[in-house]
């Protein structure tokens, strides 16, 4: 058995979601899973005031609910990144608000923004980010430890979420020492360590073989269904298949959201 398949076997103690959809008469089913995401109106626009200011965004209006995962998609430029960046409290909408587990982002401080950032929200980057100077499991326990709890405790959640993704025994290592796709399985352990409830990733299966992709899609799902949130960005629409539905955007405007077919 692979590390990976180790890993898996490992969340399958995890419990399903204490919230099911409820059916309301024959057809209607209403979902009162809590909504941990809210995105209203959102706008952002990156250099304002300069003499070619970018739309990024343009009036998104998003839910996403506890046990939901979502994909997002759309061509290259149509904002996905912007609206995971605002969505995680990375960067603020220049209108609009967004709303994660009950607290409004806009209104908060930057040192609260980064608070609520390091307790609620896992993130994957398009771009790893890992911290060169630091081996795999001291980039894993780096949130933790900002949290504030002790650094035994963060290495041995480090350790866990490490093996969560099949790189248990590349703990050591930094991240230069390690192939492309062995970096983001650590920057996958890194948003999924501790109990983080919405986890955002942006294209993280683009630098892993479609084995490995799957094993990662297999493991956000397992931490969405075990009560977490989380917004998905692909161009692949083979893990888009792992989403409860699937949000288009097109030149910053949400041009479909809709159950992924067959679900
Ligand atoms: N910091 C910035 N300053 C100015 N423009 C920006 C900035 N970041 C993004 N943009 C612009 O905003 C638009 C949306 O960019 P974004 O990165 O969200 O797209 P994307 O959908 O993630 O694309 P890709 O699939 O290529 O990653 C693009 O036109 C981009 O050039
Ligand atoms: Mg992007």
């Given at each position: ?13 995890i419990?399903?979601p ?18 941990l ?27 996403v609910r506890v046990g939901e995962l979502v ?121 999924l360590?501790?109990?983080?409830r919405l986890v955002?990733a ?15 899609m297999r493991l956000l799902r397992a931490r969405v269904d075990a009560g977490a949130a989380g917004l998905l ?9 792992w989403a409860d ?19």
């Amino acid at each position: 058995m692979s590390d990976v398949q180790r890993g898996f076997e490992d969340m399958s103690s995890i419990d399903t979601p204490a919230t099911e959809p409820v059916a309301v008469g024959s057809e209607q089913t209403e979902d009162r899973r809590p909504v941990l995401l809210r995105l209203e109106e959102v706008a952002r626009v990156h250099g304002q005031g300069t003499a070619v200011p970018v739309h990024a965004l343009n009036g998104v209006s998003l839910e996403v609910r506890v046990g939901e995962l979502v994909a997002v998609m759309g061509p290259s430029g149509s904002g996905k990144s912007t609206l995971l960046h605002v969505a995680g409290g990375l960067d603020k909408p220049t209108s609009g608000d967004v709303v994660v587990d009950g607290v409004s982002i806009g209104g908060l401080s930057v040192k609260s923004r980064a608070a609520l950032r390091r307790r609620s929200v896992g993130y994957v980057f398009q771009d790893l980010n890992l911290v060169p100077a630091l081996t795999a499991v001291e980039n894993v326990m780096l949130p933790r430890e900002l949290d504030g709890i002790g650094t035994r405790q963060a290495r041995k959640e480090a350790r866990a979420a490490l093996s969560e993704v099949g790189v248990e025994d590349l703990a050591d290592r930094f991240p230069e020492e390690m192939s492309g796709g062995q970096q983001q399985r650590v920057a996958i352990a890194r948003a999924l360590v501790g109990p983080r409830r919405l986890v955002l990733a942006d294209e993280p299966t683009g630098a892993l073989d479609s084995l490995t992709g799957e094993a990662i899609m297999r493991l956000l799902r397992a931490r969405v269904d075990a009560g977490a949130a989380g917004l998905l960005v692909t161009h692949d629409s083979q893990h888009a298949a792992w989403a409860d539905r699937v949000v288009l955007l097109r030149d910053g405007k949400v041009s479909d959201d809709a159950p992924f077919p067959g679900r």
